[in-house]
T-cell receptor, first 117, second 115 residues
């Protein structure tokens, strides 16, 4: 597609419910990032994929958070047994490559606003 | 540890003014710096990307400069318009073991341009 697409745009979950958030990166982009943005804060890094390999998951706040990108394109962020503190906007970004030089610009999706009640 | 700070936190100006938004970072070892715009309830739109070897980038009424040695970047917005009202975030891409190039973010500057 033309840009990074995330679904759903909004999700309301009851506390304890499992949720799955989807990210469709720009076609051909190698790198994919997930960020969490709380209200009034900057994004916080969650995890990073290079193709299908999850190279860094140091930002995942607990073992209730799990992310995958099995075929190196679409990614899913899963949150098990949601808690109120999980309420945030979850942003997905992709870039053609990482590091220095051209084609390292990160493009973001619209985000999924998760509200846990 | 890389930290990014943005000043001011909020700015309100009349339409037509030229603006300066500031971003500073503590570790000059960056790959690039990116400025984003975020509208309420929406995702992030990339405005400008400056590579570490560059001094500035321009796009329309926007100009971003980078002084890597002093750890500073400035976003200039010329002839501001009400449609420029949004939160502006800067983020740096930083080297890290494991080939991760995650972005480190400031908290943003909330801009209101009044007609």
């Amino acid at each position: 597609g033309a840009g990074v697409s995330q679904s759903p745009r909004y999700k309301v979950a009851k506390r304890g419910q499992d949720v799955a958030l989807r990210c469709d990166p720009i076609s051909g982009h190698v790198s994919l990032f997930w960020y969490q943005q709380a209200l009034g804060q900057g994004p916080e890094f969650l995890t990073y994929f290079q193709n299908e390999a999850q190279l860094d998951k140091s930002g995942l706040p607990s073992d209730r958070f799990f992310a995958e990108r099995p075929e190196g394109s679409v990614s899913t962020l899963k949150i098990q047994r949601t808690q109120q503190e999980d309420s945030a906007v979850y942003l997905c970004a992709s870039s053609l490559r990482v590091g220095q030089g051209a084609n390292t610009e990160a493009f973001f999706g619209q985000g999924t606003r998760l509200t846990v009640v | 540890k890389q930290e990014v700070t943005q000043i001011p936190a909020a700015l309100s100006v009349p339409e037509g003014e030229n603006l300066v938004l500031n971003c500073s970072f503590t570790d000059s070892a960056i790959y690039n710096l990116q400025w984003f715009r975020q509208d309420p309830g929406k995702g992030l739109t990339s405005l400008l990307l400056i590579q570490s070897s560059q001094r500035e980038q321009t796009s329309g009424r926007l100009n971003a400069s980078l002084d890597k040695s002093s750890g500073r970047s400035t976003l200039y917005i010329a002839a501001s318009q009400p449609g420029d009202s949004a939160t502006y975030l800067c983020a740096v891409s930083t080297p890290k073991a494991g080939n991760n190039r995650k972005l480190i973010w400031g908290l943003g500057t909330s801009l209101a341009v009044n007609p």
